[in-house]
T-cell receptor, first 111, second 112 residues
Framework: SQTIHQWPATLVQPVGSPLSLECTVE??????LYWYRQAAGRGLQLLFY??????ISSEVPQNLSASRPQDRQFILSSKKLLLSDSGFYLC??????????FGPGTRLTVT | GDSVTQMEGPVTLSEEAFLTINCTYT??????LFWYVQYPGEGLQLLLK?????DKGSNKGFEATYRKETTSFHLEKGSVQVSDSAVYFC???????????FGSGTKLNVKP
């Protein structure tokens, strides 16, 4: 069966510091991968999605970036965090139009 | 463009009450429709789905019918429980770009 992992589970970082969040999927090949952000009490905002290694589509211009160095690995990064980057970050995977499967999320607090 | 609109919350109900959470969509093609549930501090879990018009998705007593004529996918449950308290998201999938569009979420509070 397929599983999706995210780490860390929680993170507290100062403004201006770098960020690296990792997502890995097990038990499947060539999935579509997604990064979402959920601000407190808000809905889901799609940040990036990827349909293959090295293929990244950005949905919202911001100081975040994403990379997919391996088929089942998706990384969200920032060189300098802003206060507004605080939120709950969710990684998800899917196959071509099928339902998305979400990871447990990373709670990021920028202080 | 493609989008999902769902009723704002929070929705507060007593245990065993009937639940309806409205969801309407706009799509250029023929989307698949989904309801996801998010419990506090967790990721989203698929609750049910429907892939074509008039399909009814159901799970754990929840159900929703894909209504193309009204572009709706309302979530219903006949008798809610305290354990149903969560945030519910309506979503659509557009096959061509493998993208999903989520509604803003509706928080449900069920009181004993």
């Amino acid at each position: 069966s397929q599983t999706i992992h995210q780490w860390p589970a929680t993170l507290v970082q100062p403004v201006g510091s770098p960020l690296s969040l990792e997502c890995t999927v097990e038990g499947t090949s060539n999935p579509n991968l997604y990064w979402y952000r959920q601000a407190a009490g808000r809905g889901l905002q799609l940040l990036f999605y990827s349909v293959g290694i090295g293929q990244i589509s950005s949905e919202v211009p911001q100081n975040l970036s994403a990379s997919r160095p391996q088929d089942r690995q998706f990384i969200l990064s920032s060189k300098k965090l802003l206060l507004s980057d605080s939120g709950f970050y969710l990684c998800a995977w899917s196959f071509s139009g099928d339902e998305q499967y979400f990871g447990p999320g990373t709670r990021l607090t920028v202080t | 463009g493609d989008s999902v609109t769902q009723m704002e919350g929070p929705v507060t109900l007593s245990e065993e009450a009937f639940l309806t959470i409205n969801c309407t969509y706009t799509a250029t093609g023929y989307p698949s429709l989904f309801w996801y549930v998010q419990y506090p501090g967790e990721g989203l879990q698929l609750l049910l789905k429907a892939t074509k018009a008039d399909d009814k998705g159901s799970n754990k007593g929840f159900e929703a019918t894909y209504r193309k004529e009204t572009t709706s996918f309302h979530l219903e449950k006949g008798s809610v429980q305290v354990s149903d308290s969560a945030v519910y998201f309506c979503a659509l999938s557009v096959n061509n770009f493998n993208k999903f569009y989520f509604g803003s979420g509706t928080k449900l509070n069920v009181k004993p």
